[in-house]
């Protein structure tokens, strides 16, 4: 595993609340719903788990093309993300969150559907526990992955901000 000496980490406003954004020197890190007061804590105990001694750098300038493409999202101009990445996960998870990251803006798939296409068709409720652990959300998109009668199941971040994701995409019906 390379070394990360630093966490790079900053705040910005989105139509669904702050998002605390971390970034190594390889990618996007993590994302964190709340503004940086309310996620440190969980910053610093995931940092200490997956980084070991990396220290947090709070570092607006370098996470502002990360903040561009998640601001042009949110207002409709951008339909997929031109970041590097720095997942760290286990095989499995790594493999449902590349999976997850395939699926098109504006479209769904079931738990099952992913546990399907990935080979592991009885791993439904694995998928749902890698899907939980998806350290970026919105860049991998898990908002997207619903249950298989089509009802919202599950989200990090709060059932209203998966369903104002999905309509803001036209997955569902359009925001009224």
Known sequence: MTKRSFIYYTEMNSPIGALTVASTDIGVCLIQFGPVKETCSVIQTWTKKHFMNAELKADEERLQPVVEQLEEYF?????????DLDLV???FQCLVWKRIKEIPYGETRSYKQIATEIGA????RAIGGANNQNPVPIIVPCHRVIGSNGSMVGYGGG???KEY?????GAIEKIS
């Open 75 to 83: 207002l409709g101009h951008r339909s997929t993300f031109d970041l």
């Open 89 to 91: 996960g286990t095989k």
């Open 121 to 124: 068709p009885k791993a439904v």
């Open 159 to 161: 059932l209203d901000k």
């Open 165 to 169: 994701l999905l309509k803001m995409e």
